[in-house]
């Protein structure tokens, strides 16, 4: 069983900085999708940020220029770094995996770790 562990979230003021971690229990270069998901109190999940296998990564429009993800294939982890930190930035970050085995599609997510930005 794959196990995701976030970690890094924290307080904040609006403007400043965080990276978040997932560190993946299996070697990251077997999975399809890496990406980084939150969700603020009221709202769905939504996308913040992906990476592939092969390094393409994509943005939600909200976080463009002012987050990046990457990946460490050594030290099996993904990173969100997080700059430019808006109090709407608020909310659970979640870290997501997929993994495709003989047609079949595997989705892992971690616990979450939550980000505070005030205002």
């Known amino acids: 069983q794959v196990q995701l562990v976030e970690s890094g979230g924290g307080l904040v003021q609006a403007g400043g900085s965080l990276r978040v971690s997932c560190a993946a229990s299996?070697?990251?270069?077997?999975?399809?999708?890496m990406g980084w998901y939150r969700q603020a109190p009221g709202k769905q999940r939504e996308s913040v940020a992906t990476?592939?296998?092969?390094?393409?990564?994509d943005y939600a429009d909200s976080v463009k220029g002012r987050f990046t993800i990457s990946k460490d294939n050594a030290k099996n982890t993904v990173y969100l770094q997080m700059n430019g930190l808006k109090p709407e930035d608020t909310a659970v970050y979640y870290c997501?995996?997929?993994?495709?085995?003989?047609?079949?599609?595997?989705?892992?997510w971690g616990q979450g770790t939550q980000v505070t930005v005030s205002s």
């Open positions: 997501y995996a997929r993994a495709v085995h003989e047609g079949f599609r595997y989705d892992y």
């Open positions: 990476i592939t296998s092969g390094g393409p990564t």
């Open positions: 299996s070697r990251i270069f077997s999975f399809s999708v």
